[in-house]
């Protein structure tokens, strides 16, 4: 064993203390004897001892407190606590303390020698380790940053190649990786330092600002970034466990451009429609007043008259979807939808009746009212009822709830019709589609269940189908309550 080690004896003056020097110095320790707390505090600070033999009380003060004390700040320094006799408890009071050894009397030299010497080796075996475990830890760390280094300038050298902007964030949203297309989007020079930086402060953009505030309230994580110039860019946002998250934007400026001349389009011919449609009706009205007409054209009359009131009607819903989609529909109130409800069915009464029809409604608690306007969520239920009673075969059941989650609204509509296949489920909400599984004879302009989504699309709702074919469908619409 190694001599000339430091033993530091914090103990008021007493016999054992003198016994404790002359035991240590005749085994080959330096021992420094401290009188006060100031004292032991420089010399631990400025001799690093190999042990410190503690009274249990010293200076005032009770020697586990100060062990704990010195244990908080050296934590693999080994102390030996003293007591004047082996009361209850203090062996245990010592290994809660995290204290090595315990000494009391009577004590011989050869006991305070056997029991330093057993304390400073095991502190010296578990410095070797600690020692070990360190340099082997370094060494792993280094290598797996040589490795995180490589595969960090491979992945740059992928992610710059992206036609797609690219920024790798970490959990407080400072910028680990951006691209160049990224840095081409917001106009940031590509010698310019990003590593680090707050990406609300490298990309000033209201709309990606919004994005990131939707993230952290775990809103939709996708947005429009809508710039000066006209650009319009998807951006979407996707969390990576243990690092972040990361968006990358693609530029759609061409298809909304593309679906604004479709809508100027849809809007122009439909309202150019709408006049002369009206001036067919109302002379088709007139030649019934000219004069007595045979059976033949009384059966070309009302033939001619479904059909103008079927593009009449194709007219109409277009210029509504194009109020819907342009943004043009402001008007808010606050509505309650059980009522809005009671009147689309009592308008549906009569078809439910020709049709021998079961309508079962159940309209669950207390609904709470809606901030909306009131002839779209008319128009949206019209239209779900509707399509219901239209695809219900004669004989078959119609069933209609209202209920409360949480703080929306729940509205279903559920069928007992043909049922839409699961690959075509996706586009049942898309303008002018009618499903294959549709019965012969059942007309319809394709854009009923366009203009409900874009009804709940206002009104910050949402709605899904769910379905089977040869069982029935059901169409669920969720509408954020008025709070």
């Not at 840095?183 to 707050?198: A, K, T, Y």
């Amino acid at each position: 064993m190694a001599k000339q080690e430091l033993i530091l004896l914090a103990l008021d003056a007493s016999p054992i203390l003198d016994l404790m020097e002359r035991a240590l110095h005749a085994a080959s320790f330096d021992v420094v004897i401290v009188k006060d707390r100031s004292g032991l505090d420089k010399s631990v600070q400025e001799s690093v001892p190999a042990l410190i033999v503690v009274g249990e009380n010293f200076a005032g003060q009770d020697g586990i407190t100060l062990s704990k004390e010195m244990l908080e700040r050296f934590p693999t320094l080994p102390i030996i606590l003293y007591a004047k006799q082996d009361a209850p408890g203090n062996a245990k009071a010592v290994l809660k303390a995290g204290i090595s050894g315990y000494l009391y009397p009577p004590l011989k030299m050869e006991d305070i020698v056997n029991e330093v010497e057993r304390t400073v080796i095991r502190a010296r075996r578990l410095g070797d380790w600690l020692r070990r475990e360190v340099k082997r830890t370094t060494a792993s760390l280094a290598e797996k940053a040589k490795i995180s280094e490589a595969e960090r300038i491979k992945l740059e050298a992928i992610i710059s190649n992206i036609q797609d902007g690219v920024v790798v964030l970490d959990d407080h949203q400072d910028i680990l990786l951006a691209n160049r297309m990224m840095r081409e989007i917001f106009g940031i020079d590509l010698n310019e330092p990003l590593l680090g930086r707050s990406l609300k402060d490298v990309i000033p953009n209201a709309d990606m600002h919004a994005l990131m505030l939707r993230t952290r309230e775990g809103a939709l994580k996708y947005h429009e970034i809508n710039f000066d110039d006209g650009r319009v860019y998807n951006a979407q946002y996707t969390p990576i466990p243990k690092i972040g998250g990361a968006v990358t934007m693609q530029d759609i400026s061409y298809l909304k451009e593309l679906d604004r001349l479709k809508n100027d389009f849809i809007h122009t011919v439909s309202h150019d429609l709408r006049s002369p449609l009206t001036s067919v009706f109302g002379y088709m009205e007139l030649i019934e007043r000219t004069g007595p007409l045979n059976e033949s054209q009384i059966e070309f009359m009302r033939r001619l008259q479904g059909s103008v009131q079927h593009m009449t009607n194709l007219v109409n819903e277009l210029l509504d979807l194009g109020r819907l989609e342009a943004g043009f529909d402001t008007r808010r109130e606050l509505v309650q939808p059980e009522n809005v409800l009671r009147y689309t069915l009592d308008v549906f009464d009569s078809q439910i009746k020709k049709k021998k029809l079961t309508l079962e409604t159940n309209v669950t608690g207390e609904v709470r009212p809606i901030r909306a306007n009131p002839i779209r969520i008319r128009q949206m239920l019209d239209n779900l009822v509707g399509n219901a009673i239209k695809y219900t075969p004669e004989g078959g059941r119609v069933r209609v709830s209202m209920s409360m989650q949480e703080n929306q609204i729940v509205i279903r509509v559920e069928d007992t019709g043909p049922g839409i296949p699961p690959d075509e489920q996706s586009r049942v909400f898309e303008k002018f589609y009618r499903a294959s599984t549709r019965p012969q004879g059942v007309e319809g302009t394709g854009l009923g269940l366009a203009i409900v989504k874009s009804v709940a699309d206002s009104h910050q709702g949402r709605v899904w189908v769910e379905s089977k074919v040869g069982e029935g469908s059901a169409f669920v619409v969720l509408l954020p309550s008025h709070e």
